[in-house]
C-alpha cells in the first residue's frame, strides 16, 4: 500500500525558515517523480515544487522561486522541502505527491500545516 | 501560471448529471493531453479522479467522465449519489515540468 506521511510544519515567523519532510513507503520511491502542492486556508490547490525521480532535476512556481528548495534521499525515502523567508502567504497545508509519467498526481500524503505569523 | 478557470459552485439532485468547465489557455489545456481532475472532500487530501484528459484510474466510479475541447475541459458527474458532495480541481501540465491547478468547484448534491 502507497503511503506518504508529511511531517514539519508549524508555526514559523516572517522571514524565518522550515524544512517538510515526505516519507514514503509502498512503492519504488527512487523510480519515481514527486511534488509538493499546497493549500491555503479556504483556498484552493496550488503546485509549488517537483522533483525527478534521481533528484537532479527540481522545479519551483514562480511564487517560491529562490526561496524554496525541494530534495530527496531515497536511502531514507524521504522528500523534502526547505522553506526560507517564509512570508505570511506562505501559510497553507502543504500535501506532497507522488508523480506518474501521466503528469498527474495519483497518492497524496495527509498533508502539514505551516503557519507563518507574528 | 496564472489559475485555470472553474465555477466556484455547481448543484445537481440524485441521479442527476452535472458539468463542471475548467478553461485554460492554449499555453497549458490547450497545449497538452495532459488534464487530470481531483476530488477533494473537507479535511481529506485529494483523489485523482480522471486523468490524461479522461482517462479513468482503476477504483474510480465509471459514473466520472473527463473530455476536452480547445481551451475548456470537462468533468460530468453522471448519476449523482450524495457521497459526491466534495470539492473538484482541474489541473494541467503547463510545460517544462510545471502545473496549474483550477480555483476548485464545490459540488452540492441537493
Known amino acids: 500500500e502507497v503511503q506518504l506521511v508529511e511531517s514539519g510544519g508549524g508555526l514559523a515567523q516572517p522571514g524565518g525558515s522550515l524544512r517538510l519532510s515526505c516519507e514514503a513507503s509502498?512503492?519504488?520511491?527512487?523510480?519515481?517523480?514527486m511534488s509538493w502542492v499546497r493549500q491555503g486556508p479556504g483556498k484552493g490547490l496550488e503546485w509549488v515544487s517537483a522533483?525527478?525521480?534521481?533528484?537532479?532535476?527540481?522545479y519551483y512556481a514562480d511564487s517560491v522561486k529562490g526561496r524554496f528548495t525541494i530534495s530527496r534521499d531515497s536511502s531514507k525515502n524521504t522528500l523534502y522541502l526547505q522553506m526560507n523567508s517564509l512570508r505570511v502567504e506562505d501559510t497553507a497545508v502543504y500535501f506532497c505527491?507522488?508523480?506518474?509519467?501521466?503528469?498527474?498526481?495519483?497518492?497524496w500524503g495527509q498533508g502539514t500545516l505551516v503557519t507563518v505569523s507574528s | 501560471q496564472s489559475a485555470l478557470t472553474q465555477p466556484a459552485s455547481v448543484s445537481g439532485s440524485p441521479g442527476q448529471s452535472i458539468t463542471i468547465s475548467c478553461t485554460g489557455t492554449?499555453?497549458?489545456?490547450?497545449?497538452?493531453?495532459?488534464v487530470s481532475w481531483y476530488q477533494q472532500h473537507p479535511g481529506k487530501a485529494p483523489k485523482v479522479m480522471i486523468h490524461?484528459?479522461?482517462k479513468r484510474p482503476s477504483g474510480v466510479s465509471n459514473r466520472f467522465s473527463g473530455s476536452k475541447s480547445g481551451n475548456t475541459a470537462s468533468l460530468t458527474i453522471s448519476g449523482l449519489q450524495a457521497e459526491d458532495e466534495a470539492d473538484y480541481y482541474c489541473?494541467?501540465?503547463?510545460?517544462?515540468?510545471?502545473?496549474?491547478f483550477g480555483g476548485g468547484t464545490k459540488l452540492t448534491v441537493l
Open positions: 492554449s499555453s497549458d489545456v490547450g497545449n497538452y493531453n495532459l
Open positions: 490524461e484528459d479522461s
Open positions: 509502498g512503492f519504488s520511491f527512487s523510480s519515481y517523480a
Open positions: 505527491a507522488k508523480r506518474e509519467p501521466g503528469q498527474f498526481f495519483d497518492y
Open positions: 489541473c494541467s501540465y503547463a510545460g517544462s515540468f510545471t502545473w496549474v
Open positions: 522533483i525527478s525521480a534521481s533528484g537532479g532535476s527540481t
